[in-house]
């Protein structure tokens, strides 16, 4: 039998000295986050620990396809282009028991198209219907009926930016 190697102890190095010298690039980055300075070492011994992230003003571009148009970041920044140059309004969906609202005449005929088409299977195991008398929707998750529900009901999340609004997630 090899005869057991004895293990050294490894003890951590820990620094009683408090003044530590920050280097001046990390001054410049923290001056640009607010950090208050008598917390500088702190946040300097902890700065792979931190996601660090200016947020300095950006352009937005417009996403339609060969629009140019571009504009300062801010809430709400291109909701006047995009009603004004590519005619983007509020569109009631109109069918029985649907209240979605859309931001554009081509976002309602996706809508009608994937949420009121035809030609979808019922699922054997769908054992959550829609409570809507005028939609045959069934599901086999209460998940997936809670979605279908806030399409239903517009509960949609609106974009920071613009008019488009998705659907939620719970």
Not at 136 to 146: D, E
Request: hydrophobic content about 30%; charged content about 30%.
């Amino acid at each position: 039998m090899p005869a057991k190697k004895a293990r050294k102890k490894v003890k951590e190095v820990v620094k009683d000295d408090k003044t530590v010298k920050i280097p001046a690039e990390f001054r410049k980055i923290a001056s640009k986050f607010g950090l208050p300075e008598e917390h500088l070492d702190f946040f300097y011994f902890n700065r792979d620990l931190f996601h660090w992230e200016t947020k300095e003003a950006k352009d937005i571009h417009c996403s339609h396809k060969e629009c140019q148009f571009t504009v300062k970041e801010s809430k709400g920044c291109l909701i006047e282009h995009m009603n004004t140059v590519h005619g983007y309004q509020n569109v009631p969906c109109g069918k029985p028991d649907c209240f979605y609202m859309s931001y554009s005449k081509r976002n309602l005929n996706m809508h009608r198209a994937v949420f009121h088409g035809h030609g979808k299977k019922a699922d054997e195991h769908a054992n959550f219907t829609c409570p809507y008398s005028s939609c045959k929707a069934s599901f086999r998750y209460p998940s997936l009926l809670q979605r279908h529900l806030n399409i239903h009901e517009n509960r949609m999340v609106p974009c920071y930016y613009c008019p488009y609004k998705m659907e939620t997630v719970h």
